[in-house]
Nanobody
Framework: QVQLVESGGGSVQPGGSLRLSCAAS????????MGWYRQAPGKQRELVAR???????NYANSVKGRFTISRDNAKNMVYLQMDSLKPEDTAVYYC?????????????WGQGTQVTVSS
């Protein structure tokens, strides 16, 4: 079983910053990639940022230059530094990990953490 524990959400004014953290735990984890998705009310869940075990990153166009994803492989943790936040960044943010089990990738999700950007 894989458990993901997220932290760091909250409320911030436009232009502010937040840092999200996610810790993955479980037995015999081979993590291929870790990432963050978000879902705003009435919208579909969308990729925010993703980083592979080889440190290849990709970002949603809407967050490029403002958000930075990083990971600590030794601790099975992923971080999302969010700067210059905008009201449209308001959403529930979900941590995602892709676990490699005999060359098949399985997705696991965190419980979600609310990020609210408002003046």
């Amino acid at each position: 079983q894989v458990q993901l524990v997220e932290s760091g959400g909250g409320s911030v004014q436009p232009g502010g910053s937040l840092r999200l953290s996610c810790a993955a735990s479980g037995s015999s984890l081979i993590i291929f990639a870790m990432g963050w998705y978000r879902q705003a009310p009435g919208k579909q869940r969308e990729l925010v940022a993703r980083i592979t075990s080889g440190d290849t990153t990709n970002y949603a166009n809407s967050v490029k230059g403002r958000f930075t994803i990083s990971r600590d492989n030794a601790k099975n943790m992923v971080y999302l530094q969010m700067d210059s936040l905008k009201p449209e960044d308001t959403a529930v943010y979900y941590c995602n990990v892709e676990i490699d089990r005999t060359s098949i990738l399985y997705d696991y999700w965190g419980q979600g953490t609310q990020v609210t950007v408002s003046s």
